[in-house]
């Protein structure tokens, strides 16, 4: 009825899936701004997961986990920008997460752990002022 210990992968595959379900729950109860939120959030966890593959010699790990981080950045924040009515500040972000884009990439190719890190300090005030506007409007 029960996995055995001897057979990790099975555990992994399960919490995998409960991983997916937590996500896919959590998105589908968002808000606008939690579903951002949300993002930075991955976007955090895929820099922490290509550090700890770099740092490990887990190329294929970096690679899957650089990707990810670019996907979030370009398709998710940067994808979400409305440059028609966002002013100044959308075209300020919209540079911000161009450069990011770049930045990763570079660690990418590089195995520049310094680059990732440079990412996530440009990242951290934006993620800040996201989270202090939900903390203000009460959304979550």
Known sequence: MFASAANPSMYQRQAGAYKQVHIN???DSASPHGLVAMLFEGLTDALAQARGAMRSGAIEQKGR??????GIVTE???????LQEGGKLAADLDELYAYITIRLIHANLRNDEAALDECGR?????RQ?????ADQSGQR
């Open 25 to 27: 729950t959590g998105v």
């Open 65 to 70: 986990a650089i990707s990810r981080a670019v």
């Open 76 to 82: 998710g924040l940067r994808g979400r920008l409305n």
């Open 122 to 126: 440009l990242l951290e005030p934006v």
């Open 129 to 133: 002022a996201w989270s202090q506007i």
